[in-house]
């Protein structure tokens, strides 16, 4: 078993989070609790594959720097511990707690079916009554099974305030399944979502649900539901994650949509399973999300060795009503400007083809903000991770109205996989001539984030580590950069 970490391993992220060492799969159980922001997650301690799942740990008081924690769950006579949620127990419904409060784990129990001798998987409960420290097994579980169903998995748990009760909702096949309880312990089926909405291109996982107000407005609110879609073969894209807005009655989701409607969450390749945080102070008030960043398509198979799996950066999460609709943004936390060092700085500067203003910059862990306006260019863009022989595009394509990645050439690509190799484009509209960037790079991934998160991208790459270079141009045409700040951003490690 490999042991020594260093986190200076190649391709490890810098200010992502990931494990010490071995495998790391979805976040789970993400909750604030007396300060911390947990985030527990899917991880197998003795292989850098996935196999029998635990539950690792980690709590950060910033969401940026983490501090890592013994295992929470570990397997028992009931099985594995997949993917679930977490939840503080206020009022001690569940009377684990004494009357005070404390930390609810809902989770999905996997083994084998004595019956068939194929996959059962059952949700379950554990406790903690010390913060996260330490956790019980619940003596009752597992609390919800059916046998009807064998991919039954993923629980994601809320309070129900105008109702006085739990929700929760989990996946089933290709479908959604929300359930109601007064205690945790006993749940009672209260409808089914899905058969004939959105994609159903792979079996759905991981769901989420949540209310947000539309444009900050506290009197218009919506209900947004995520579903993450595992990989199939016959889709290049592999794993990810579509979500519909609606509306919640606490029985019933029911989606304003037409259900061929498609919304991605992220039109990337790597941002898969993300779940949001429970019990995020009101004052606070943000809806955070944060992913798995990689795609079952290939995650057995990235080129890391100590550890294989991270998450993305966490994000707020906001509606925004569009003329097509009400739409889901995503931001960075504005938590992790703590790492930022200052690189770089241009102001209302004409950019010409032909012309790198960067050609002096460097750097592998960064944040470029950019406002670039749109003149006579066809196509402009940044490369970053450069070098002589490689180099991730991050590019607006002005006829199309695309934003682009092509990681084609950003480094190890075909001996990865067939399909890691690509370029995918967004629909992107400039407002008033101008697109705004926002980018993230590590030591093996880009986020992008344009026009304040309208459009989200979230790829793996793995650039030599000597691949420091950038490079912003233009083709066709002129672009004027209204304004640039490039950041190297400090390792969280
Ligand atoms: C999603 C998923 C979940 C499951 C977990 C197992 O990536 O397949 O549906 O609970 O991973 O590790």
Redesign the pocket.
Known sequence: MITTTSYKEVYRPQYHFSPPSQWL??PNGMVFYEGEYHLFY?YHPESNL?GP?HWGHAVSTDLVTWRHLPIALKPDHNG?I???SAVVDWKDSSGFFDGGSGLVAIF?H?DTNPETGGSR?RQSLAYSQDKGRTWTMYKGNPVLEDSRFI?F??PKVFWDGPRQRWAMLL?AGDRVIFYSSPNLTDWTFCSEFGELEGSHAG?W??PDLFELPVDDNEEHSKWVLIV?I?DHPESPEG?RTQYFIGSFDGTQFVNDSSPDNLLWLDYGRDN??GVTWSDVPAQDGRRLIIG?MTN?KYAKLTPTDVWRGAMTIPRVLELQATNEGIRLIQKPVNELKALREPLYELHNQQLQPGNNLLEEVRGDSLEIEAEIELQDAVEFGFKVRMSEKEGTVIGFDAEKETLFIDRSHSGLTDSIHEHFSCRHDAVLKPTNNRIKVHIYVDWSSVEVFANNGEVVMTDLIFPDPESKGLELYTRGGNVKVNSLYIYSLRTIW
């Open positions: 799969n979805d899917q996935w799942m594995f997949f993917s679930g999905t996997e998987q991919d998995r993923d996946v079996v996982e991981c993450s595992g794993s898969y399973a798995w079952w």
